[in-house]
Structure formats: C-alpha cells, structure tokens
C-alpha cells in the first residue's frame, strides 16, 4: 500500500489531478445504483432487463445505465411474497408448484416490455427486494391469484405446499465425498489401493 501512495504522488501534478477526477467521477457514475440499494423507499430502477429466475421469487436483472459491479445479474428478490422451494422441495406437490411458478415468471418477463423495479430494499441476508412491476402488472399480485405463492414479510415460512400429499416425501439425494481419502489425518491422491484385486 505505502510503495503504491508513493508512487501516485511522484507522478507530477497534472496527472495526479487526473486520477483524483478518475477516481471521483467513477464514484459519482456509482451513487444513484448505490443509493437505490441502501434502502428509501422511494428508489426504483426503470426498464431492466430480465436475466433469468431461479425460483418464483429469487430473479436476475440487469440494470442498464449502472456500472456492471453494481448492475450486471443483480438478483432480486421479490417482495411480499414467498413462492414453493424448487432446491429441497419436501414432496412432489411442492416441487411441482416451483416449477409451475417459476416458469410462469419466466414466461411474464421474458415476453414483457418494460420492467421496473420498485420500492426497492435491504432484506433479510442482505438480499435486495422490490416490487416488480412489468408492462403495468403487479408479479407478486398475478402469482398469489394463481395460488403459486403465498404472502410473505419476513420471519418463518409456515406455509405447507404438501397439504395431505406429505406422505409423497421426495427421495433423499446421496450425498458422496469429492475429497479423496485421509490417510493419518492427510488427504492422498490417488487413493491408496483397497486390496480388492
């Protein structure tokens, strides 16, 4: 760090003065995406293009006019609402509604022509939330009238996509080691042999 600043200020002054503006006007381009992620509730992102979505509720955005650090696949999580787990459903009903819901997303936003980004915030896990608003229509409003999400705000999700169809449990996947085997506390590659012949 000391041999970088000692080289900075060598530089003769005219350069250094062009480096301060650099710096200063890189910071400034960053602000409005900045300040729009540090949470009033007034800050919003007009016209983003739609990425992709994982789930019903977890999205991808790119925001145009915003450094790619802060713009490029913002992920977005949508606000009010909690859809069925598409990574550990806890049986076939649930999984079903995920995909049911997030190809429904997909489909709405993908086809849209304009997508905004409201009200956006700070969630829970530092997530960023917002209404997501498309060509007019409220996504988290279409999804709760098609019974693919519930509402959510917060704290423990207590919804049961499983209903009486609980006894359908999802099989387990197993989970095998990518690590090879220790021998005396250190890890070996390739393995020692077994004896199996």
């Known amino acids: 760090m000391t041999k970088y600043t000692l080289h900075f200020i060598r530089q003769p002054f005219s350069l250094s003065v062009a480096y301060l503006c650099l710096y200063f006007l890189f910071f400034l381009s960053l602000s409005p995406a900045l ?11 007009l016209n983003v293009i739609y990425v992709k979505n994982f789930d019903g509720d977890s999205i991808t955005f790119n ?7 802060v713009g490029k696949n913002m992920v977005i ?4 609402v909690d ?16 995909e049911e819901a997030q190809m429904l997303v997909q489909s709405l936003l993908k086809s849209a022509r304009v997508i905004n980004l409201l009200n956006i915030d ?5 997530r960023i939330l917002a209404d997501i608003e498309f060509d007019g229509k409220d996504l988290a409003r279409i999804l709760l009238k098609k019974n693919l ?3 959510y705000f917060g704290g423990t999700r207590d919804h049961d996509w499983c ?7 999802m099989p387990e996947t197993p989970r095998h080691s990518t690590l090879p085997p220790k021998v005396n506390g ?8 077994t004896g199996e012949k």
């Open 122 to 126: 700070r969630g829970k896990y530092f």
């Open 63 to 69: 925001i145009p006019d915003t450094p790619s650090i």
């Open 35 to 45: 300040s729009a992620i540090e949470g009033d509730s007034n800050d919003y992102f």
């Open 163 to 169: 209903g009486d169809k609980r006894s359908v449990n």
């Open 186 to 193: 250190i890890y070996v590659w390739p393995p020692p042999p």
């Open 83 to 98: 859809t069925a787990e598409l990574k550990h459903p806890h049986c076939q009903a649930e999984k079903e509604k995920a």
């Open 149 to 151: 999400a519930v509402p």
């Open 77 to 80: 999580r949508l606000r009010g």
